[in-house]
C-alpha cells in the first residue's frame, strides 16, 4: 500500500537543510491569520498532527503542501518560504528565479509577490512520488507545457499534452498532474488564491486524502 504524504519519512538531512525558514514562517503566518492548528489543518486539507509537524520542522512540506497552505492564509508560497517582498515591481529578472525543490518537483517562482494569482516555472520528474495525488480547490488553474509531455487529469477524462498544449480549468475539478516523458515535463503554472467563506467550505469538505495544491 503507498503510504500516506502524512506517513512518508523526512528527506535525509531533515528539512531545515532544504528550506531553512519554512518552519517558522508556517506557524507566524497561521497566527497572523487568526487559525487555529486545527482549523487551518481542515483548509489545507491535513490532519493537525502533521501540520504541528511541518511548523516544528519535523517534516518537509511538498510543493502541493504549500500550496494549499499559502491559499488557506491567504498568501504566497514566497511568503511561506519567507522570502523578501520585492514591492510591487511587475517585472521578475530571470537571475532572480531561484530554484526551490518540494517533494519531489523543481520550481521558480515566476511572479510578484502578494498578488491573488501566483506564477510558477516548474519542473515535474517522471515518478516523482506525487502522480497518485488528486487535487481538489476552490479557483482556476492555467499551464502551459514548454518541455516534454504531461499526463493531466481533469474528472474521469485524461489528456496527454504536448510541448506547446495549454490547459485552463477550475480547480474545483479534481485533477492530477503527472510526468509522461521519461525527463519529466516543464511547465509555466498559474493559480489563482482565494481566501472566503465559500473557499473554506470547500477546502474543509474535501477529503484527507486529497492533497491540495
Not at 10 to 17: C, D, F, N, T
Not at 26 to 40: D, W
Request: proline fraction near 8%; hydrophobic fraction near 40%.
Amino acid at each position: 500500500m503507498r503510504p500516506s504524504p502524512e506517513q512518508r519519512p523526512a528527506p535525509v538531512g531533515g528539512p531545515a537543510e532544504e528550506i531553512p525558514v519554512v518552519a517558522p514562517q508556517l506557524r507566524s503566518l497561521r497566527r497572523r491569520s487568526g487559525l487555529t492548528l486545527e482549523a487551518a489543518a481542515a483548509l489545507a486539507g491535513l490532519s493537525p498532527a502533521h501540520l504541528s509537524r511541518l511548523e516544528t520542522g519535523r517534516r518537509t512540506p511538498s510543493l502541493p503542501m504549500l500550496l494549499a497552505l499559502a491559499r488557506a492564509y491567504g498568501t504566497t508560497v514566497s511568503d511561506l518560504l519567507g522570502e523578501v517582498p520585492e514591492g510591487r515591481d511587475p517585472i521578475v529578472r530571470a537571475d532572480r528565479m531561484e530554484a526551490q525543490e518540494a517533494g519531489g518537483w523543481t520550481y521558480w517562482r515566476a511572479g510578484g509577490s502578494g498578488r491573488a494569482m501566483q506564477a510558477l516555472r516548474l519542473h515535474v520528474p517522471r515518478g516523482g512520488g506525487q502522480e497518485e495525488l488528486v487535487r481538489v480547490h476552490p479557483g482556476e488553474e492555467w499551464l502551459y507545457v514548454t518541455g516534454g509531455r504531461l499526463r493531466l487529469t481533469l474528472g474521469e477524462s485524461t489528456h496527454l499534452l504536448e510541448t506547446g498544449d495549454a490547459a485552463h480549468f477550475d480547480s474545483l475539478t479534481p485533477h492530477r498532474i503527472a510526468a509522461a516523458s521519461p525527463g519529466g515535463v516543464d511547465l509555466l503554472f498559474m493559480h489563482t488564491l482565494m481566501q472566503s467563506g465559500v473557499s473554506e467550505l470547500c477546502l474543509g469538505a474535501a477529503p484527507t486524502r486529497r492533497e491540495m495544491p
